[in-house]
């Protein structure tokens, strides 16, 4: 027999857009559940420290942050529930949730799936995931201690993580496809001249090596053509990231990149379903920004609520 619970407003993803739309609809006595897939906190649990929300001068680490949200949002009522979303049905009145631990109904449903990292497409990266690539230098760094490694990419996310690493590793390759760095300047002084860091500009990975483990790289120069293997013995990619808008395709309305469309009250083109965070098609994806969005959805589902009566 499935179990069936009933809330006002179920929030899928406890990121920080999620937390805090959970708190906001909780403060609001609305009977709110939160679901979580892995752990509470997304890509901010996984992120060293945080130095752009405000607030925190000297910076705040970001699982502490997460830890601190979830509390805050459970102490005004907010139930957690550690839960995968199998199956989404949005178009009904009451919205249904399907879980490996039963069904979710509510009448109101944010989503606040965020984002995933984009894979590279080349060879090796599949079959060595785990064994040497990685996607999180806060999660794996440690495991490097001593050697020497890669990171491909050349935003904000690259260059921080690139300098995290050399708490542990020998030396940083920063591997950037053009001629220039997309991180904010304030960011880029972290690595600029930084004594364990390389930079190779115009370089591309076209295959990554080994059999077991991560044991090289072979590179294109695209200014050059000039082709090379590189010896590291692990990577860390960061070239972008990708909706999780899986559980929901069809359902409501995206852009050409798959992120939820939405008004500025964070309401998507289905009556009682809203959208927070990263997912949602904006052009500033911030930890500040999905706090926002997250209490500007809780406020709405509360309104929606009330026009229901």
Known sequence: MTLVSTYDVAIIGAGPAGMTAALYAARADLRTVLLERLSAGGQLATTDVIENYPGFPEGIGGLDVSFAMLEQAQRFGAEYRMAEVSGLRLAEDVKRIETAEGTIMAPCVILATGT???LLGVPGEKSLRGRGVSYCAVCDGAFYRGKEVAVVGGGDSAVE??????????????LVRRDQLRATPVVQAKILNHPQVEIRWNT?????LGETK???L????RAT????????????IYVGLLPNNESFLGQVELDQYGYVLADGDMRTNVPGVLVAGDLRAKNLRQVATAVGDGAIAGVTAQHYLDSLK
Do not use: H, Q
């Open 204 to 208: 591309v990975v076209e295959e990554i």
């Open 214 to 216: 991560v044991a090289g």
């Open 161 to 174: 993580e690139a300098a995290y690493l050399t708490r542990f590793v020998e030396k940083v390759y920063l």
């Open 116 to 118: 995933r990292p984009k």
């Open 218 to 221: 072979r590179l294109l120069n």
């Open 225 to 236: 053509g000039e082709k090379s293997e590189l010896a590291v013995g692990g990577i860390f």
